[in-house]
């Protein structure tokens, strides 16, 4: 697994323990959480993007 495959998988990680904070006690819809909720989702899309990438290597 690539370096750059690996730090986005600490990032996700890290992410989803962040929206999982931030949703404590909010809405789906609070600000905070849509903050988190887009911040990992961000990530995501670059995860996809480099297995894609890398798939079709």
Do not use: F
């Not at 404590?24 to 995501?44: C, F, H, K, M, W």
Request: charged content about 35%.
């Amino acid at each position: 697994m690539s370096q750059s495959l690996n730090e986005l998988i600490k990032q996700i990680e890290e992410l989803r323990l962040e929206l999982i904070r931030a949703k404590n006690g909010r809405t789906y819809t609070d600000p905070e959480v849509i903050a988190a909720s887009q911040a990992l989702d961000e990530v995501l899309d670059k995860y996809q993007e480099l297995l894609d990438k890398n798939s079709k290597m």
